[in-house]
């Protein structure tokens, strides 16, 4: 059966304590699908009861998106309302709490969809949204990235079942990797968060100036840049406050030099990028920036996407994610980021998060690009993880030590 309302009330709970931890006197602002307001009404139940102050919920709707992608007039598409950019600050400034509900249908734009209109109003977005996602990106307030199943994505994921069976199996994936099936499901992530900690720690440790890559169709080599900082699991906001921006989350993740990347890197699964597929792609960089790339399946949506601007075509992301891990192991490509990107070794093109670096937070944009941070209007995952990886780390003395062999750490 779908989630019974104690199941959704335990979601919405665990939402509100691991995903933001909102704290008393708190505003939670929660960005919903309208497919998910079931989600959302318990959400706000959940951050009332932990003490918020005030919740506001904004609905979205994607069909809506796709009308405009089909029908407004061309001038449109590059506007974005700025009162609407403006509440987004205001928000951010007062200590908001933020709580985005991802569950897209992976074929929205699977039609006659023009992926040039489609990146202008993306575009404009990113452009009137700058100030408010580098407060997220510098991890200045709580956030939390999390999913609902909706039959269009289930569809997608389960094509072979009946739409009401491949719901309940979405569902019963999304229970699984956001650790609600266990008997205390506050204390299991808690569990999961020091066990992600101390792989962060050991990594820090080692202070890696590069890292290798090798696969099939990967030979790869990323430059760390001095003062890197590897994150996973719970994060700290401005105040102190622990919240876990994702929801699954099984990466542990750094900022790569943007300047020192160089070689081919090959894509291990489909990119979903705001509803346009992107599949069988691979990069290849010469100095940072991508000189050439393939794509078997949305050749054009990957142009408009390296062209949004000039960070687009670098890396702004490396994670770390073995193939022995519980989303991967289920066996699923689930067309969206938030899980492909957990059950995989994953980059990311476009904006570095100044929280990997030391003191990066405080660091103005001409400090962050000397020391070699990324900077870019999108910030997107993709997948490159599989049994076959090896990646290498070299330690400042010049010596190679394996990381990675056949998808896993090298080491427990």
């Not at 959400?43 to 069909?63: K, R």
């Not at 200590?95 to 509900?101: D, P, Q």
């Amino acid at each position: 059966m779908l989630p019974t309302d104690k199941q959704i009330m335990d979601y919405a709970e665990l939402i509100a304590m691991i995903g933001v931890n909102v704290q008393p006197g708190q505003t939670v602002v929660v960005m919903s699908p309208i497919s998910a307001a079931r989600l959302a009404r318990q959400i706000a139940v959940a951050a009332y009861e932990a003490g918020a102050h005030n919740v506001h919920v904004e609905y979205n709707d994607e069909e809506l998106s796709l009308v405009k992608y089909k029908h407004a007039p061309e001038e449109s598409l590059s506007e974005y309302p700025m009162w609407r950019a403006k509440a987004w600050e205001e928000y951010a400034d007062s200590g908001a709490a933020f709580v985005t509900i991802y569950a897209p249908n992976p074929d929205l734009l699977s039609g006659d969809i023009d992926p040039r209109r489609v990146g202008e109003t993306i575009k404009a977005a990113s452009q009137a949204l700058q100030n408010y996602r580098s407060k997220l990106m510098n991890h200045a307030n709580a956030w939390t990235l999390i999913s609902y199943a909706t039959p269009e994505w289930a569809a997608k994921v389960y094509p072979e079942l009946p739409v009401h069976e491949a719901e309940q199996q979405l569902w019963a994936r999304i229970i699984e990797s956001t650790r609600l099936d266990a008997a205390n499901p506050v204390a299991a992530w808690k569990k999961h968060n020091r066990r992600l900690k101390d792989r962060v720690d050991r990594l820090n440790a080692k202070r890696y100036t590069e890292l290798r890559y090798r696969s099939e169709g990967t030979n790869l080599t990323i430059g760390l840049p001095e003062g890197h900082l590897w994150l996973g699991g719970a994060k700290a906001n401005a105040k102190g406050d622990d919240f876990n921006p994702n929801m699954p989350t099984e990466e542990v993740f750094t900022m790569p030099h943007k300047d020192q990347v160089n070689g081919t890197v090959r894509s291990t699964k489909p990119l979903n990028y705001n509803g346009q597929l992107i599949d069988g792609f691979s990069l290849t960089f010469q100095d940072g920036k991508v000189v050439d790339f393939q794509a078997e399946q949305g050749y054009e949506v990957l142009a408009q996407l390296l062209a949004a601007d000039e960070g687009a075509g670098r890396i702004g992301e490396v994670a770390l994610v073995p193939d022995d891990s519980p989303i991967s192991n289920s066996g699923i490509i689930f067309y969206n980021t938030l899980f492909d990107e957990n059950a995989s070794c994953h980059l990311a093109l476009g904006q570095a998060y100044p929280v990997n670096l030391e003191g990066g937070s405080a660091m103005s944009a001409e400090q962050l690009a000397e020391a070699g941070a990324n900077r870019s209007l999108i910030h997107v995952d993709f997948m490159i993880g599989s049994a076959s990886l090896s990646i290498d780390g070299v330690l400042p003395d010049g010596s190679v030590e394996p990381i990675f062999r056949d998808g896993n750490w090298a080491e427990s």
